[in-house]
């Protein structure tokens, strides 16, 4: 019977990318061999999902090298405001920070090949994906199709991206609160969701009365009852959330029997001062006790961590 794994999944990025306009730096990079630490002391293996300035800086690709002979996977991560060719003006890219899917045809090629070309230079051909900022479609799909990745992450089913704004000519993000939660097959690419689950375990999931809620339009009566009826949740860590949260989460997921848990965090939220979710030594040592107590229960559940890699290969067996 297969089983339910886990994946844990970083956007592996320049430090504080909500800031416009935003810069370049990778401080936050050398700091990630704590959280790399805790991950192998769990036994669960990360996926790295970097960005073309992350793939740039050479003493980011040494650390992360080390962490891919421990086991760890190295995806892609297009941030369209840091990856060339930039055909548009750069303190414009830096300040609407374009979803991918908002890109012409020529510049989505042009960028992905770019990203994909660094990646592999220094850690291999990458196979895992997510789009910065979500920004993912079919279109974006069958791009990264043609240049050789398998798998994608970039969808967070129930939510709606509709207000958060690019391209100011453009519709803004992606509407995902129609997506299934379940791993399924994208225009030849294997999507695998991030897990956002409603924690009230007298909801069923793949059942018709969540289906039909799922269509309801976002608004403020749905945002209530999301909160309160159905307890929608993410598996990320923000300020407010709890160890209780995230154990419900899980036990959700298994309660559903999803065939796989994804939980993802910036790289940057692990730095002070590097996102808007940390800005004290204080407020990151709350994100490892939530991420410890997070891993614990995983384990304590017997669930096997894999990165997307393995989790493609196993789901095919
Ligand atoms: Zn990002």
Known sequence: ???????????TEADN??????GEKVDNIYLLPRFQELCQRFGLPPTYLVTYEVAADSRSVSLLRSFQDEGAEI?????????????LDRDYERIAHRFPHELSDSELK???????????????????????????????????????????????????????RGDPNKEGGPDYSRESLYPYDREGILE??????????????????????NQWLEGFIKRVFNKLIFRIRPLRIFPETTKRDLESIVKSAIHNKLPV?????????????GSKYAKTTDDVDRTYQKLEDLFSFVVEKGIEGVTLKEYRQKSSD
């Open 261 to 273: 848990i994804q939980f993802m965090i910036h790289s940057s939220e692990l730095m002070p001062g």
């Open 110 to 164: 042009d960028k992905v090949a770019a990203l994909t070309q660094i990646v592999a230079k220094n850690f291999g051909q990458p196979v895992s994906f997510r789009a910065g900022r979500w920004g993912f479609d079919d279109r974006v799909a069958k791009e990264i199709v043609r240049q050789g990745y398998l798998i994608d992450c970039s969808v967070t089913p129930k939510i709606s991206w509709r207000t958060t």
């Open 75 to 87: 995806g892609a991560h297009l941030h369209p405001w840091t990856t060339p060719p930039f055909i």
């Open 17 to 22: 990318q909500w800031a416009r306009p935003s």
């Open 192 to 213: 695998v969701p991030l897990t956002v689950v409603s924690t009230n375990l007298l909801i069923k999931e793949n059942g018709l009365f969540l289906k039909l809620y």
């Open 1 to 11: 019977m297969f089983k339910t794994k886990f994946i844990i999944t970083v956007d």
